[in-house]
T-cell receptor
Framework: GNSVTQMEGPVTLSEEAFLTINCTYT??????LFWYVQYPGEGLQLLLK?????DKGSNKGFEATYRKETTSFHLEKGSVQVSDSAVYFC????????????FGTGTRLTIIP | NAGVTQTPKFRVLKTGQSMTLLCAQD?????MYWYRQDPGMGLRLIHY???????AKGEVPDGYNVSRLKKQNFLLGLESAAPSQTSVYFC????????????FGDGTRLSIL
């Protein structure tokens, strides 16, 4: 079946540090890949997505590249801010009939000033 | 611009009681979803709907029922609540295909005593 494996958290970084949150996936077919972010007390929001191999999704300084050869979609940011503190979820979906998002378990990120 | 609205936000039930969670979206989306979020397990799909009058089972449907009588509303019912159903419930909607981003409500925190 389809699955998403995320880096175990929690992750604590100092402001302006470089961030990487690892995500690898297993899927039959060619999935679309997503990163969602959940701020405290809120629902999930789409952060970025990529729909085919070698696509790079980017938003708010975050980037992730769809790597088919390593089945990975790692999230990166060059300089994190306190406001980036949240839980980050990697997810996948398969098009053409499979309507479900499969989520990783989430990675809690805390940025300290 | 309400987006996805969930009611209620919090609820405490006794074992065996029933209740209905309401999800409403004002974006004219075809697809709607109910998830539960538990610590260390990410989000798991309970039921979903690909259009008015349709519903389908997700990953963890047991103990829940759903209805989509109107396009904008998706109801999640617990007929006889159990402590194992203590969780945070999220509703989401997407425009049509699974490649489209899902828009989430702010969640309903449900405790079963």
């Amino acid at each position: 079946g389809n699955s998403v494996t995320q880096m175990e958290g929690p992750v604590t970084l100092s402001e302006e540090a470089f961030l990487t949150i690892n995500c690898t996936y297993t899927a039959t077919g060619y999935p679309s890949l997503f990163w969602y972010v959940q701020y405290p007390g809120e629902g999930l929001q789409l952060l970025l997505k990529a729909t085919k191999a070698d696509d790079k999704g980017s938003n708010k300084g975050f980037e992730a590249t769809y790597r088919k050869e390593t089945t990975s979609f790692h999230l990166e940011k060059g300089s994190v801010q306190v406001s980036d503190s949240a839980v980050y979820f990697c997810a996948l979906t398969l098009p053409f009939g499979n309507e479900k998002l499969t989520f990783g378990t989430g990675t809690r990120l805390t940025i300290i000033p | 611009n309400a987006g996805v609205t969930q009611t209620p936000k919090f609820r405490v039930l006794k074992t065996g009681q029933s209740m209905t969670l309401l999800c409403a979206q004002d974006m004219n989306h075809e697809y709607m979803y109910w998830y539960r979020q538990d610590p260390g397990m990410g989000l798991r799909l309970i039921h979903y709907s690909v259009g008015e009058g349709t519903t389908a089972k997700g990953e963890v449907p047991d103990g829940y029922n759903v209805s989509r009588l109107k396009k904008q509303n998706f109801l999640l019912g617990l007929e006889s609540a159990a402590p194992s159903q203590t969780s945070v419930y999220f509703c989401a909607s997407s425009k049509d295909s699974s490649n489209q981003p899902q828009h989430f409500g702010d969640g309903t925190r449900l405790s079963i005593l």
